[in-house]
């Protein structure tokens, strides 16, 4: 013992380098002859720095506050969301089903987030619900939103409050514009309508009260509960429920007239005359504000064409034939400037056989101002085609001095009772009439056509006042863009290929060298 005594004394004399590099004595940790820290010494400072981390953790909890430090602000909620969310009373329920793929999958769950966010900074625990589901990877619970939902298809936003949803499909969110670059036409996002579109929708499932929309039956019309792809327009009633609208039949001839809660009338393809006195209800209930969706075949008199033609509307006995795909279609891509059209420049509706829907002459938007008369504007039309007064001729040609050259009108918008630049409390009557009803019908929806969908749910939203219950500007994506020149380009490249690598590639073996000797 005297002996391993006498050596540790002797290598304390020596110094640091006779000291391992590393040792334990008499309880403390040495290292290269300096002493480090006791067992207790480490202890406390293991407890110190995890109090540390503790206590700035509840610091972070209970003062949450983030700052937005980018200069475009592009996913920043405006005013008007927020004072949207602080006024929430029920629980919102937000499904995202997207494809992480999806090229506005970032754009969807980052702004879904920052709704997020917003709720719990105003409402403590906070109302949105918010669920984003990768269809592609979360199958169990994708396929478990997509029953309960009746959702086909991914990509959609999904917002329910108490059994009230509204959908928010991927084409929603965006404006395009397309460009011819090379011969082949190429597709540009232009802006982002996704704080606009999930705001009113969450606006829309927050009210209680949803709008009441009634089918007429009893004239052959076409029926909500008809499954079938032909004839059926249970497709209609779906698109319309998703839409946060309670869709019910109707029969008038059953009742005293038109139910006093009815928000929008929809007479759909009607092959047989409705009455007269049905039709005097009908008339009534334009009286008192109505808002009337009529879609009307060819070649079949419904009894409505004078009560029509007093709100401004000419039916003629006739089929519009012009740019077609089977020779029994009609491809229109011509849009009027009303407010239930402005968003479909883009797209293209395709109907099949309609008729001409148009202004009585003195009709027009433009030449009636005045409050108490009705102001009808055109909705769709077409200029290469024309007005068929031959409906058997097949296929159909043009007769100079029978048959009506375009422009010819196949669908109309009335509106009587509003006064332009004044903002009332009156409510005005309005009225959408187009000259087909077999454009949304089961199989058409089924095949997707163009914008047919669009078109008609765009007509609801403006006979219901609903064309956007959250006035919010769209966003414009920023694009970081470089315009060089081809020296500039030569030189880019060099300096990536060859001369960083190379640059490197010298430090690298500057440090190599200095190493070994």
Not at 450 to 471: I, K, P, T
């Amino acid at each position: 013992m005297a002996v391993m005594q006498d050596e540790k004394d002797t290598a304390e004399k020596r110094g640091p380098a006779a000291v391992p590099a590393r040792h334990k004595h008499r309880g403390v940790w040495w290292h290269r002859g300096r002493r480090v820290a006791t067992n207790a010494n480490m202890i406390l400072a293991i407890l110190l720095a995890a109090a540390a981390v503790f206590l700035i953790n509840r610091l972070a909890w209970h003062y949450n506050q983030r700052w937005n430090i980018s200069w475009d602000k592009y996913y920043t909620l405006s005013d008007k969301t927020l004072g949207m969310l602080s006024s929430l009373e029920d629980d919102v329920e937000v499904n995202a089903l997207y494809q992480k793929s999806h090229p506005l999958y970032n754009d969807v769950y980052r702004l879904l987030r920052e709704y997020e966010y917003a709720d719990r900074k105003m409402n403590g625990k906070g109302r949105l619900k918010v669920e984003i589901i990768d269809t592609d990877r979360d199958l169990a619970i994708a396929r478990e939103k997509a029953i309960k939902y009746d959702v086909h298809k991914p990509n959609v936003v999904i917002f329910d409050v108490k059994g009230r949803t509204k959908y928010v499909e991927a084409k929603d969110l965006s404006d395009y514009k397309y460009e011819l670059l090379a011969g082949q036409a190429v597709k540009t996002r232009i802006s982002f309508k996704g704080e606009q579109e999930f705001s009113s929708a969450i606006l829309s499932v927050s009210q209680a009260a949803r709008p009441k929309v009634y089918f007429l039956t009893g004239h052959g019309e076409r029926s909500i509960t008809d499954y079938g792809s032909q004839a059926g327009f249970s497709g209609v009633a779906t698109l319309m429920r998703r839409d946060n609208m309670d869709v019910k039949p109707l029969r008038l001839n059953s009742t005293e007239g038109v139910p006093e809660d009815c928000s929008l009338l929809v007479i759909a393809g009607a092959d047989k005359k409705i009455s007269d006195s049905e039709v005097d209800m009908i008339s009534k209930y334009l009286g008192r504000n109505g808002r009337l969706l009529c879609l009307l075949d060819p070649a079949v008199r419904t009894g409505l064409e004078p009560l029509l033609e007093k709100w401004g509307v000419k039916l003629t006995e006739d089929v519009v034939v012009g740019p077609s795909l089977s020779g029994r279609d009609l491809i229109i891509n011509e849009y009027g400037g009303h407010p239930a059209v402005k968003k479909l420049a883009d797209l293209t509706t395709m109907f099949f056989m309609p008729r001409s829907v148009e202004p009585m002459e003195g009709s027009s938007a433009e030449m009636v101002t005045a409050s108490d008369k009705a102001r009808v504007s055109v909705l769709a039309f077409t200029t290469p085609g024309w007005a068929e007064m031959n409906l058997n001729e097949n296929p159909a040609r043009f007769h100079e001095g029978v048959d009506r050259k375009g422009p010819v009108s196949v669908a109309v918008a009335v509106e009587k009772g509003a006064i332009g630049g004044i903002d009332v409390e009156i409510k005005p009557t309005r009225i959408v009439v187009i000259g087909d009803s077999y454009f949304v019908s089961n199989g058409t929806l089924e095949k997707a056509v163009g914008g047919n969908v669009d078109l008609l749910m765009s007509c609801v939203s403006w006979l219901l006042e609903r064309e956007s219950l959250m006035a919010i500007s769209a966003k414009s994506p920023y694009e970081l863009r470089m315009d060089m020149n081809a020296e500039q380009l030569r030189l880019m490249t060099l300096s990536i290929v060859g001369i960083l690598p190379g640059l490197m590639a010298i430090i690298g073996l500057i440090v190599w060298l200095r190493r070994r000797a």
